[in-house]
T-cell receptor, first 115, second 113 residues
């Protein structure tokens, strides 16, 4: 079955360290997205990519970086510049924009905690 | 960044009750979507709407695309304990050049058995 896989499920980071969250999809979707979710808040867009080797900043990109070298993969790096990285991170993918948008398919998330 | 206004923020109801929530925007949308998120998981798509006035059901869930194209509504009938979770609306702005969705702030639903 096709789907979108995030790993790890739980991640602990020491202050000052960079960490990379993995996101892989086998849905043949062109577009991929990273969201941050804090308790009691909605989803805030960090970065998105419409096509391989191209990505754009979302609303809260500061302190994060991404790459899109393969269609299937869109890793997110949380850098030491991100002042408050503890959050639940969600990756999503979607079909190309021709025709209807059938919504995003989400991964099961990575909970990052700074210790 | 833009977020949709979703209300209520939270609901605490008894099993068997009906639930209504809504989402509003200042812009016109051409797509409305409703998602449910279980604790510690990613959101899962419940219903997609593509036309003003459209009414679509998925089991006990019914959603409507508002005729002004600036709002959408989700109803859950005869709630059960497994309905617990956060419900998000999402929309795509008319004339949008990408697939980018705008999400609502979420409605937390708690169901008392």
């Amino acid at each position: 079955d096709g789907g979108i896989t995030q790993s790890p499920k739980y991640l602990f980071r020491k202050e000052g360290q960079n960490v990379t969250l993995s996101c892989e999809q086998n849905l043949n979707h062109d577009a991929m997205y990273w969201y941050r979710q804090d308790p009691g808040q909605g989803l805030r867009l960090i970065y998105y990519s419409q096509i391989v080797n191209d990505f754009q900043k979302g609303d809260i990109a500061e302190g994060y970086s991404v790459s899109r070298e393969k269609k299937e993969s869109f890793p997110l790096t949380v850098t030491s510049a991100q002042k408050n990285p503890t959050a639940f991170y969600l990756c999503a993918s979607s079909k190309p924009r021709q025709g209807r948008i059938y919504g995003y398919t989400f991964g099961s998330g990575t909970r990052l905690t700074v210790v | 960044g833009q977020q949709l206004n979703q209300s209520p923020q939270s609901m605490f109801i008894q099993e068997g009750e009906d639930v209504s929530m809504n989402c509003t925007s200042s812009s016109i949308f051409n797509t409305w979507l409703w998602y449910k998120q279980d604790p510690g998981e990613g959101p899962v798509l419940l219903i997609a709407l593509y036309k003003a006035g459209e009414l679509t059901s998925n089991g006990r869930l019914t959603a409507q695309f508002g005729i002004t194209r600036k709002d959408s509504f989700l109803n859950i009938s005869a709630s059960i304990p497994s309905d617990v979770g956060i419900y998000f609306c999402a929309g795509r702005m008319a004339g949008g050049a990408t697939n980018k969705l705008i999400f609502g702030t979420g409605t937390l639903l708690a169901v008392q058995p």
